[in-house]
């Protein structure tokens, strides 16, 4: 049996997690949504996703802020980085398997990359 990839969005756009949610169930993935930053990091642990895809500006914080500890902990994840606007990445990032979004985000877009 295989075993479905495992999608993890940290975003408090209650709609766009909810688009994001029927895109990749009708894609056969396993979906969990959080919509602050310390659910998140919380699922993440107990739920590590391949992609989580995780929105710049939270309600509990910044969440690029935490990616370099989140790429330290789990160097496997393919990180998805959201934001209206396109912030400076930390550098301790460089080399990390990342790929950023700008809002709002199609779904075309996606199945170009999924």
Known sequence: MTTRKKVLIIDDEVDLCLLMRKYFVNKNYE?????TLADGM??????????????????????WDKLPEMYQNYPEVHYHLISAFRPTLPEELDGAKLTIWEKPI????LDNFF
């Open 42 to 63: 919380s699922r993440l642990q107990s739920n590590t996703p391949d992609f989580l895809f995780i929105d710049y500006n939270l309600p509990d914080g910044l969440g």
């Open 31 to 35: 979906v969990y949504i959080s919509h």
């Open 106 to 109: 199609s779904l075309k877009s």
